[in-house]
């Protein structure tokens, strides 16, 4: 502050202090003494004083203000996830997923206090439901169902060969054993492993629908794919909206959400036809001197040594899994992110720029200076 503006500022003060005093005083029209505020008589001539007007009263009338919601109760988040351990516990596992996902996307409305804790805790509900629903049980491909594997060894021999064993070598021989557990799934026969896409995206559809009845039965209204009560949805601004859509947005169009699709290679299987092109379920053509022969069809044959006598080989593609990385979203099972809004779900309202001025409000926007992404609506992805 430069030296001029000191005095203005110092006039201003002085002048303000002076003519609050002067209007604290009541001055006799008679003898000019300054007499004190409401007093009826001069303290110098007794003479009658002005009487200063009265302050009226205003009335305050009371104005309903609509009222803003700035967090969530918890307490609505709480229940969301009670619903999602009733039908966890019943072995509904997708559904209970659909109700956790929810009651996340309802956190990020809560207040912030321990919100992180809250969270943390219903990625893991997700992840564990997620997990279960789409792993079934399915014969092990390795041992074909039968617990045991055989250990195929390849030794040194001489020229005389059965014929079906000349692909592997000119200088080998080989042999196997039968004797040792499968170690893919530890002699039980079985597999825990991903299921086929069809029957996941069936799995995925009915829960669906189900979720949306149940949701309806309670009141509930949809925020794009979440729900909230219906009184809570009414109060619910732009941005508050976007958050629950971009919470529960619209899964990966190719692999619709699942992040893996079925290997084309086997199928889905997880195994493939033995690849020796003499081996006929498992078994091989052989000498009559062979002493591992066994009569198949009227024909000595004895154990493939490329199968190991299952008929099937493991699929190097998937890795026995029978399914595959989504290429499209890379396994998050999410579309990609709206290129106009960011992700955001929300755009600056296009009329009034995000500055209303003047007390006015914008019809558009309704004063809340953002409107819904038009071309994602309010999900922030495409």
């Given amino acids: 502050m430069n030296k001029t503006s000191r005095i203005v500022l110092l006039y201003l003060v002085v002048f303000f202090s002076a003519f609050y005093v002067f209007a604290a005083l009541n001055i006799c029209k ?52 009670n619903e999602g351990r009733k039908y966890q516990s019943k072995k509904s596992h997708e559904l209970a997923r659909l109700f956790f996902r929810n009651a996340l996307a309802m ?49 040194l021999g001489g020229a005389n060969r059965p014929r079906a064993e000349q692909s592997f070598g000119r200088n080998s021989s080989i042999k196997t054993t039968s004797s040792q557990k499968c ?23 009915k829960a ?31 941005r508050a909206r976007a958050t ?23 199928k889905g299987v997880g195994s493939l036809d033995c690849g020796n092109r ?7 053509e052989a000498d ?14 004895r154990q493939c040594g490329e199968c190991r006598g299952s008929g099937r080989q493991e699929c190097r593609v998937c890795a026995e899994e029978g399914t595959i990385l989504c290429s499209k979203c890379d396994g998050s099972g999410e579309s990609e992110l709206c290129d106009k809004c960011s992700g955001r779900g929300y755009l600056e309202c296009s009329k009034c720029r995000g500055r209303t001025g003047h007390g ?23």
């Fill in 30 to 81: 008679k003898c000019g003494y300054e007499n004190e505020d409401r007093i009826p008589n001069c303290t110098h001539c007794s003479a009658d004083l002005p009487v200063p007007p009265e302050v009226k009263e205003v009335e305050v009338q009371d104005v309903e203000v609509e009222e803003e919601l700035d967090y969530l109760s918890v307490d609505i988040v709480s229940a969301e996830v």
């Fill in 107 to 155: 956190e990020g409305l809560t207040d912030p206090v321990d919100g992180r804790k809250r969270s943390e805790k219903l990625l893991k509900l997700i992840e564990e439901s997620e997990r279960a629903s789409r792993t079934i049980t399915k014969v092990c491909p390795r041992c074909n169902g039968g617990g045991r594997a055989s250990v195929k060894l390849d030794v």
């Fill in 183 to 205: 170690k893919k799934c530890n002699g039980l026969g079985t597999v825990r492993a991903s299921g086929s896409l069809s029957d996941l995206k069936y799995q995925a559809g």
């Fill in 244 to 266: 629950l859509m971009r919470a529960v947005s619209s899964p990966c169009p190719t692999c619709s959400g699942l992040g893996r699709l079925d290997c084309r290679t086997c």
């Fill in 278 to 284: 003499y081996c006929v379920k498992g078994r091989i």
């Fill in 360 to 382: 006015a409000v914008c019809k558009y926007c309704a004063g809340e200076k953002v409107i819904l992404c038009k071309s994602c609506k309010g999900a922030g992805r495409d």
């Fill in 208 to 238: 669906s629908s189900i979720f949306r009845g149940l949701q309806q039965a309670r009141k509930y209204e949809p925020i794009g794919n979440a729900w909230v009560p219906k009184d809570v949805a009414d109060k619910l601004d732009v």
């Fill in 288 to 301: 009559k001197g062979d002493s591992r022969i066994r009569r198949l069809d009227g024909v000595m044959t």
